[in-house]
């Protein structure tokens, strides 16, 4: 499957969305903490250098000159780093952003393992967690490129603070330019009734592998692109729980308050099914190259696979 399909980076479905959203709309405004290229808004940069400031790095300060900016009326996205967006700033970010419920939009790149040879200090793989539990926050993993700039574009225009989460590998383009997204609303990729595996980001592809994988054993997995995590789609998990009996959960970040928990959240309160979790498992990452880093901690297609077994014994 993955030889038939083109790669591209989600960070630069991000950067291209600025530039089309600088183009339409003067009320955009870009900040960056030093890695401008990297994260992928310097072409916006480069057209835009008026609505543009790099702040270095200091990246509480990223937060308050975005705060201000939103105040005054623009609509700033802040991009760096995942690790150091989301984590250095936190408590800017939740008192001077969510507390008055601003509209600043944070990029958190370079998000999970596939980093690779940066190591465990740039592999942000807690963010959905501290992000999600903040008031007022939108949190957004898109799966691809395309979803990336779709993701982009459509929180410019939502009120309040939002969370995109992309990254730096290159990875399979699954979806496509007519695929429908809307903030909040998952997708359903595959119809199946045996197992429903939900995920999102990057491992939202390793879901599909496994539900072929899956198939050639008989088992009809539903295959779910849960690509925002607040606002949660509980109708269309309850409707996977109901409709499948089981449910894997997929993601490139820690198992402990991240996506998975989202969903077990959900049915926790209105219905109760098996449900195995992928991810990583209380640990950091380290250096390397990404696909192995994948396969060293249990996250791709077959470890999914493994997952829905134990699942579907617990039926």
Not at 132 to 143: E, G, I
Not at 265 to 277: C, D, R, S, T
Request: with cysteine.
């Amino acid at each position: 499957m993955q030889d038939s399909l083109i790669k591209k980076a989600t960070r630069f479905g991000f950067g291209e969305a600025l530039i089309e959203l600088g183009e339409k709309d003067e009320k955009i405004f870009v900040l960056g903490a030093d890695t401008v290229s990297s994260v992928a808004i310097d072409g916006f940069a480069k057209k835009f250098p008026e609505r543009f400031v790099n702040v270095g790095v200091a990246e509480t300060n990223l937060m308050g000159m975005a705060a201000g900016l939103a105040i005054s009326g623009f609509i700033p996205f802040a991009a760096t780093y995942g690790v150091f967006a989301s984590g250095r700033p936190w408590e800017q970010i939740r008192t001077t952003i969510c507390y008055p419920n601003l509209n600043v939009k944070i990029g958190g790149s370079h998000a999970g393992l596939m980093v690779g040879p940066d190591g465990a200090t740039h592999q942000a793989l807690e963010e959905i967690a501290i992000m999600r539990v903040l008031p007022n926050m939108t949190v957004v993993v898109p799966c691809d490129a395309i979803e990336a700039k779709k993701a982009t574009i459509a929180s410019a225009y939502i009120n309040g603070p939002a969370y995109i989460r992309y990254g730096r590998e290159a990875v399979p383009v699954i979806t496509k330019e007519e695929t429908s997204f809307t903030l909040g609303k998952a997708d359903t990729l595959r119809d199946g009734s045996d197992i429903a595996l939900i995920a999102c980001g990057t491992m939202v592809f390793e879901a599909l592998c496994a539900s072929e994988l899956l198939a050639k054993k008989g088992i009809k997995a539903k295959v779910i692109n849960l690509h925002t995590i607040k606002p949660i789609d509980e109708s269309a998990i309850i409707s996977a729980a109901k409709e499948c009996g089981a449910i894997v959960t997929a993601e490139e970040h820690q198992l402990a308050c991240g996506m998975g928990s989202a969903v077990c959240e959900v049915l926790a309160k209105n219905y109760p099914v098996p449900v195995e979790m992928v991810g990583m498992n209380d640990q950091f990452g380290e250096s390397g190259n990404p696909a192995d880093l994948m396969k060293q901690f249990g996250l791709t297609g077959e470890d999914i696979v493994i997952a829905a077994e134990k699942a579907l014994k617990r039926k």
